[in-house]
Structure formats: structure tokens, C-alpha cells
């Protein structure tokens, strides 16, 4: 079963336009990134999934019920941005008390907390915790019992380099045992490699959603070719490939996606001149200019 289904949802406040015919779905096991810019409608979006406001129009499926029903609270995990707490709680109690209104052990919140990396700082206040640790908190608080579905904004806002890379195989696992995950990020590049399929949002209509590989090839956008050449060979290099020169050995090539096979064919043919060879793709922050580009002209 389709963990969650979005089939040509609309919504509108007042007379702004929040989403328009959207349709989306998430598997089990796969983690989606939503992005979109400022007022895009993913905020919308995530609230009609949670049974927070209600669509105007369209077919909503989560978990094969409705979304707020009893049945998708009880499998379907939050996290805002800013996940706010009692100050004067620590995050032991705090967990202990979101662990007994899911009716469940107060006792299991050392291991969530151990979890997400907070198992040295669960007797401290939530007063004394930087952004990053609140936002762990957070975390700890949508594990709790096994969800189904999460769905996730901006989740890792406040967290350093190592605790991003510690978030993101969490998610991993949770994924690996058959979560569904959507998540929304301005974080393109850790967006880029840790994620199954991108859905981009644009003034509330989807304007692609697909995986980062068939984004890519639909977009065509130039590939970048950085060529390292032998000491005195980057001009006959440059001047063979028609290409450009920077800082002294590099040869920097531009080219169309299905013309780079070929100009590596002829990169290969000069070997004795070249000493590397990086093949740079389009990243996603390029994509994403792209497709929203495009839907505003």
C-alpha cells in the first residue's frame, strides 16, 4: 500500500491560489524531498497531509485513511522547524511525557534520546540546549512508535555538519524498515544525496517529481568538464577541445549531456597530455533554478 497519495489536491485562502491540482505520493521505504521557495505551498501541503486544514478539492490518502483520523495519527510522525519545549523540563521528562500520552512506557525515552544522540544530555534542561539539540528533541519525539509516515520541515535547521550526517541516517534506517518520508529542505545539497525522489513546488502547482538522474536528463542542462592537463600541454589540450583555460593547467569544458560521451572519447585519445579528469553533472540547486525558472516565464 502507498504509504501516502496526493491526487489533484487544491486549496485557496481568500483568493490566493495555496495548491493547485497537486498530486504526489510517497512509497513505503522511500524518502521524498519537497522543495520549493518561500510561499511555494509546501507548509500547505504538509498540513492538509497531517489533518491540520482541510483541501478544498482533490483526493487525499494516508495510510490508507483519511488524514487527522485516529488511524493516521497513530502512524504518522511531525517535525517542525522550530520544534519548541518546556524550558524547565529535561529531555528525559519531556519524552517521558509525549511517550505516556502515546500511551506508552515513560521508561523508553533514554533509548530514544540515545538514539538521536542525546543520551549524555537527557537529564539536562531543555533550557540549557542549543537550537540543534531542541531540534534532536524533536526528532526523539516523532520516533516514538515506530511511524509509518514522517513527515518532516526543514528538519535539520539548527543541526552542524555531524549531527546533519547523524540525521540523515537515522532517516536512512527508519526508511530501510518501511517508512515513507517527506521532507521539505533548502538544504540542496544534502537534499541532493541522501533522498530517492525531489518534488518541486511552485506558486502551489508541482513543476517536476522525479528522481535527481531523470530530472537531470529532462532538464538538459550542460555538463561541465574539468580536464588537468601536463605541465606545458593545457594550450593543446584547450585548443583541441575547443575549450577554455583557468589557473594555468586546468581546461574547463562545457557541453550538452548527450555530446559528453564524445568529448571524453577525445579526452581519452590525448592521455600523455592530461594528468585528471573531473566530470561535473548539473546539481540540484541548478535543477531547481531551472524548473522554477521556467514556470514563471
Known amino acids: 500500500m502507498t504509504a501516502l497519495i496526493l491526487s489533484q489536491v487544491t486549496k485557496r485562502f481568500d483568493r490566493t491560489a495555496a495548491l ?11 524518502r521524498v524531498a519537497l522543495l520549493g521557495h518561500n510561499g511555494a505551498g509546501k507548509s500547505t501541503l504538509m498540513k492538509i497531509v497531517l489533518g491540520l486544514i482541510p483541501a478544498d478539492g482533490g483526493r487525499i490518502d494516508v495510510l490508507g485513511v483519511a488524514p487527522g483520523s485516529p488511524a493516521a495519527r497513530a502512524n504518522v510522525a511531525y517535525l517542525p522547524e522550530n520544534a519548541a519545549f518546556h524550558p524547565s523540563l529535561t529531555g528525559e521528562e519531556q519524552i517521558g511525557l509525549f511517550l505516556r ?6 521508561g523508553k525515552a533514554g533509548e530514544l534520546l540515545d538514539r538521536v544522540g542525546l543520551g549524555d544530555a537527557a537529564r539536562r534542561r531543555i533550557g540549557t540546549y542549543s537550537k540543534g539539540m531542541r531540534q534532536r528533541v524533536g526528532l526523539a519525539q516523532a520516533l516514538i512508535g515506530r511511524p509509518r509516515l514522517l513527515v518532516l520541515d526543514e528538519p535539520t535547521s539548527g543541526l552542524d555538519p555531524v549531527s546533519r550526517r547523524e540525521f540523515y ?3 536512512d534506517r527508519l526508511a530501510a524498515d518501511g517508512a515513507a518520508i517527506l521532507l521539505s529542505s533548502h538544504a540542496l545539497t544534502e537534499v541532493e544525496a541522501r533522498t530517492d525522489r525531489i518534488v518541486i513546488l511552485s506558486n502551489g502547482v508541482v513543476v517536476a517529481d522525479d528522481t535527481l538522474a531523470g530530472l537531470r ?22 585548443r583541441e577541445l575547443t ?20 568529448h571524453l572519447g577525445s579526452i581519452a585519445a590525448m592521455s ?4 585528471d579528469v573531473d566530470v561535473i553533472p548539473p546539481s540540484l540547486e541548478d ?8 514556470t514563471l516565464s
Open 217 to 238: 536528463r529532462r532538464a538538459a542542462l550542460p555538463t561541465r568538464i574539468q580536464i588537468s592537463a601536463r605541465p606545458g600541454a593545457a594550450d593543446a589540450v584547450a
Open 20 to 30: 493547485t491540482d497537486v498530486t504526489l505520493s510517497v512509497a513505503p521505504g522511500e
Open 287 to 294: 535543477i531547481y533554478d531551472h524548473y522554477s525558472r521556467r
Open 272 to 275: 600523455d597530455m592530461i594528468e
Open 101 to 106: 500520552l502515546r500511551g506508552e512506557p515513560a
Open 169 to 171: 541516517g537515522i532517516l
Open 243 to 262: 575549450a577554455g583555460r583557468r589557473n594555468g593547467v586546468m581546461v574547463d569544458l562545457v557541453c550538452a549531456a548527450d555530446k559528453k560521451l564524445a
